[in-house]
C-alpha cells in the first residue's frame, strides 16, 4: 500500500496501521525506516539529530527531558549527529529499559528548568550545559561548552550560577569544568588542547593577537607572550596559510603547526617542547608545506606537527668533518 501525503516524517508504527495510513507489510518494506521499536520515518525524510529526538518524544515519559548535546543541537548549536544517541533524564517513577540509541539517566529536572517540546521537554541551557560539563571526557565537554556560550544560548555568569547551586551527582566534576571554559575558541580542536594543555601546567591565551611593535601580524588559536610561541590550528590548508606563518616567525615567534591530521597527544607534545626549550635551532621540515619558511630569521624555528627539528646541514657535517680531522 503506498503511503498517503499525510503520513507524518515519524510516527508509531501501531497508530499508524489503526489510523489506515499504513499497513504492517508496508512498515517491513523500503519506504520507511525503523528507529526505534514501533517508531518508523519514511524514507524520504531527512536524517537528522531532530528526527531521532522526535521520535523519541513518541514513546518517552511526558517528564522526560532532552538533555546534553541533543538538547543543545535542537537549540541550534550541532553538537551531535543524526545517528548520534539521544541524552535523556527521566523521573526515577518512569524508568526506561536499556534502549539502543538513547543514554538515559534517572534525574529530578525542576519545571523552570526545562521547557515543552513536542509532548517531553527540552532542557534549559544551564541545565543542558550542566549536564554536558559533568560528562567526561573533560577535553569534549568543555569544547561543548564553549561552542554553546559562543552561540549566545546562556553566558558563563548565569551558567556559574546555574552550577554552583547543584549538588547532584557529578557538579564536583561540573564546577572543575566550569573553570576551563572560554567561549573565546574558534574551534572545538582549539577548546581541546587548551584544555590540555591547561592540564599539563600551560596556560595560553586563546585567540591572541600576535604584534611585531605596534602593528598586528596575525590572530592565533593559542598563544604563549612571554615565550613568543604561537600555536596554530589550521581545518583546511591554503595558500594564504604560508604567508601568515611567514609572518610570524619574521615577527620573531615559534610556531607549532597543528593540521587535520595531527594528533591531540602530538600536538601537545610539541607545544610543550616549543615553550619549555631555551635554544632554537635553524632548520626544520615542514610536512605538507614544502621547504622551511622563505624569510625565518636565524634565530628562530617554527615547528612543524610532522617533523622534529634537527641541527642544520652545515653545523651537522662541520662535527663530523672536526671528528676526521682529530682522527
Known sequence: MTPMPTTPAVFRGTEAVADGLVNASDLRGPR?????RNVYATRWAPRTHELRCRAVALFAHPASVITGASAATLRGVPLAGPDDPVDLL????????????????????????????HDIRLASPQRLLHDLLRTPPLPQAVSAADACLRAGL????ELRRFVSSRHDHGCTRARRALD?????????????????LNLEGLHPTPRMVVRDGERPVATVALGFEQERVAVVVIDEPGPEDRHHLNLLTMAGWQVVLVLPDTTAADALART????RRTDHVEHVTWGRFAGPPTHTPRTQDPISPLAQPVPSGPRTASRRWSSRTRR
Not at 32 to 36: K, S
Not at 181 to 193: C, F, T
Open 272 to 275: 610543550h617542547y616549543a615553550v
Open 90 to 117: 527521566v523521573p526515577s517513577t518512569n524508568r526506561l529499559c536499556p534502549v539502543d540509541g538513547l543514554t538515559v539517566r534517572v534525574a529530578r529536572v525542576a519545571q523552570a528548568d526545562s521547557t515543552p517540546w
Open 32 to 36: 520507511f525506516v525503523r528507529l526505534f
Open 180 to 196: 576551563l571554559i572560554d567561549p573565546r575558541a574558534a574551534s572545538p580542536r582549539e577548546s581541546e588542547l587548551r584544555v590540555l
Open 154 to 157: 546562556t553566558t558563563l555568569d
